[in-house]
């Protein structure tokens, strides 16, 4: 190709100062300088080299991975907002229907947002953006066909990617449909060591809930399996901020003592006034253990039903136990005084032996004990707890039938002396 003739359309474009020589001068540049472009131009074939072609396909790719990530930014800050503003509008809101309104009006319900989410997927499959937005379906729904098809999709097309690990602590219920099933195939199929340390943890811990019936062997022989293995196999892996041997040693303290039908721990802890208690003092009767936090609404909420259970079990033996779990005891003291607690309060606060123990992470937390310390319910909700305890003490109000006395076995007379 002839070099000179770009400097001389160039040298024209400056005499007749025209854009249009100028720009043909620099395009010819260009492409003189480009051997596979002016080869293109002769043959008649535009085409590029495989390097020029993967070096666009990975700019290409970098582009959609970066407007992804804005698009799942852009509505994470969005429903952030309105979260924000309906908080600051209860408030103000004095009656019940007019904050059911607000509910209605203006929570920003995760049910109606993540068909958004699900649109980022649809527009930028298979990036981090579109995991990072299918992982937000999965952690705020729990069921329906929006959140089985998240799941589908992040098992089928994100399954080398860390960010599963959050699907694992999701996934925290065998009443969750599907929910084994996935832990199972994360557990088998995923590369990341951090993604099955939690599917191994959420495994043992669904094994735990279904201590109960006829499936306490299998659950059994799972569990004396996994838990060495989870010890073993991943005892440096972190996972919601305990490490696999840390999540050994709690789940073999809760096979061995926090199962159903299973001998509470003895554990002795103080009240909020300081003074010694321990749940031992509380044998012969129906135990409830409390777990609550000032800042959790749920625990407020709990409070009526708690003392009406109480008002109606008054001759029953009853014994309900709060455990606190604010680190700051004078604030639980003046927040006890605030809710106007009428049951004995101990002070759990998380970093206690009785929170990390019990595996109390969320507040309201309830723990159900019989007259002899066994385990009724664990980790349960208030409704459960509460129809456990009445349960079991209906069953101790039952008249027990008097065991019928053994007739007395006759005996044989004696064989007449012969004289």
């Not at 219920?173 to 599907?178: A, N, T």
């Amino acid at each position: 190709m002839d070099r000179t003739l770009p400097l001389t359309l160039a040298c024209q474009a400056i005499r007749a100062r025209s854009a249009a020589f100028l720009c043909m001068g620099l395009v010819w540049w260009g492409l003189g300088s480009s051997p596979s472009w002016a080869w293109a131009l002769q043959e008649g074939t535009p085409t590029l080299s495989p390097a020029a072609q993967a070096e666009i396909e990975a700019r290409e790719a970098k582009r959609r991975e970066h407007e992804a990530q804005l698009a799942v930014e852009r509505l994470l800050r969005e429903r952030e907002s309105a979260l924000i503003r309906y908080n600051h509008m209860l408030p103000g809101l004095r009656t019940a229907a007019k904050r059911e309104q607000a509910f209605r009006e203006h929570y920003p319900d995760p049910k109606k947002w993540a068909p958004r989410f699900l649109a980022v997927h649809e527009q930028y499959p298979q990036t981090l953006g579109a995991a990072r937005a299918l992982v937000w379906i999965v952690r705020h729904l729990d069921r329906g066909p929006v959140e089985r098809s998240a799941r589908t999709i992040l098992l089928r097309d994100h399954l080398q990617r860390p960010e599963l690990a959050p699907v694992c602590s999701a996934l925290n219920s065998e009443s969750r449909p599907g929910a084994r099933q996935d832990l199972e195939h994360l557990l088998q199929h995923s590369p990341i060591p951090a993604v099955k340390t939690g599917a191994l943890v959420q495994l043992c811990r669904m094994d735990l809930e279904l201590w109960q019936g006829d499936q306490v062997q299998a659950a059994k022989a799972r569990l004396e399996l996994r838990i060495p293995r989870l010890a073993a196999a991943y005892a440096k892996q972190s996972f919601e901020g305990r490490t696999g041997a840390d999540w050994a040693s709690r789940l073999q303290v809760e096979l061995a003592h926090l199962s159903m039908g299973q001998a509470f721990v003895d554990w002795r802890a103080r009240t909020l006034d300081g003074e010694p208690r321990a749940l031992a003092d509380a044998h012969g009767k129906v135990v409830i253990l409390f777990f609550w936090k000032a800042a959790a609404p749920g625990c407020r909420r709990a409070l009526p039903h708690i003392e009406a259970l109480r008002n109606q079990q008054a001759d029953a033996p009853l014994k309900v136990i709060g455990v606190s779990g604010d680190v700051d005891v004078e604030r639980a003291r003046r927040w006890s005084r605030v809710l106007k607690l009428g049951f004995e309060q101990w002070h759990g606060p998380p970093a206690s032996d009785g929170s990390l123990l019990f595996g109390v992470d969320q507040w309201p937390t309830f723990f159900v004990l019989d007259a002899q310390g066994k385990v009724l319910a664990a980790r349960a909700d208030w409704p459960t707890a509460a129809e456990a305890a009445q349960a079991e003490l209906r069953r101790m109000a039952k008249p027990q039938p008097n065991p019928e006395p053994d007739e007395p076995v006759p005996q044989e007379e004696p064989a007449p002396k012969a004289l």
